[in-house]
């Protein structure tokens, strides 16, 4: 698609970062009204989005969400660029060097702050993550004035959202076994069959659920060939355990449904927050990356280390059962 070399699997650029505080956002609540059982809004998705190797899965989820509101919203779609969100997002953090990942609150703020310009003009080429994009493509940017995102503070409020047509961004984190399932049979196991394994943060789009079955339906962005082209089914209890709180994004034209409230930081405030303090969030995030793999390291290496005991204990135990028989 992007005319880059397609990774294998375990080649694929994860890169949500995950806030060490609850950002400064917009909540959004809803009434009465019910929800329906089972959603499925893949009629108004683009083609995935395919990452490739660098950390952009938060800018491909954002992307993904504003060309949906493009395709039911019954306008043509204009393919947009992710890897222009992806280096937007990162300049607000004082990162645009690195392939660092991106919080998921300064994707949807980059949007704010620069609009979306469209695919041709600054096209997804890995090499280029760190290049900033030419004056062409800021002049050219499309603008989302009717657009905001808010946070939900429950799945529950999520399938609410979905039921009435509004994608969610979530971030969480797995082990990447989890996914190298999906990507073959379009569904991630249930919850505790890889938890042992190192975990990886990663963003998608949930574009819909079924309670008789109870999972999530998922838009990744390592292409098509992904489990059910370019998507997965998540089970709820995967979610639950594992979804980031606070990181359950609704994305669209928030003040038009009629059953929801908006309530807490204005858009306005949130923006000025990351404009603020943005390098900072981003800094804070990367430190407890650091501090949860470096933690989650020493927990394997004391769990390997007890479990040599045990398994000396045990050897020992028999031996000294063989030497009892003998005697």
Known sequence: ????????????????????????????EFGSGGREPKVDLRKYCSPVQDQLTIGSCNACAIVGALEFQMLKGGRPLTPLSPLYVYYNGR???????????????????????????EE?????????????????????????????????????????????????????????????????????????????EPMSGHAMLIVGFDDHEGVWLARNSWGESFGEKGYCWIPYGLVNRYV????LWAIGSLEKVQTARLFGPTLQEAMRDVQQRGTQ?????????????????????????????????????????????TK
């Open 1 to 28: 698609m992007f005319g880059d070399k397609k990774p294998q699997i375990e080649d694929y650029g994860f890169g949500a970062l995950r806030s060490a505080t609850p950002a400064v956002a917009p909540r959004m």
């Open 120 to 196: 041709k003009r600054w096209p997804y080429r890995i090499e280029k993550f760190d290049r900033e994009p030419s004056k062409e493509c800021y002049d050219n940017s499309r603008t989302f004035e009717t657009t905001q995102y808010a946070r939900l503070s429950t799945p529950e409020e999520a399938k609410v959202a979905l039921s009435q047509g509004m994608p969610i961004v979530f971030g969480f984190d797995i082990p990447r076994s989890y996914y190298t399932a999906a990507a073959k049979t379009g569904r991630m196991p249930r919850e505790g069959t890889y938890d042992l």
């Open 91 to 117: 300049k607000l953090a004082g990162m645009e060097k690195e392939d660092s990942g991106l919080l998921c609150h300064h994707a949807t703020a980059a949007i704010m702050a620069y609009g979306a310009c």
């Open 281 to 325: 969030q981003a800094q804070d995030a990367l430190k407890k990356l650091r501090g949860e793999i470096r933690d989650d390291l020493q927990k394997r290496t004391d769990d390997a280390k007890t479990s040599m005991r045990d398994r000396l204990r045990e050897q020992e135990r028999q031996l000294e059962g063989r030497r009892n028989q």
């Open 244 to 247: 980031w709180n606070d990181e």
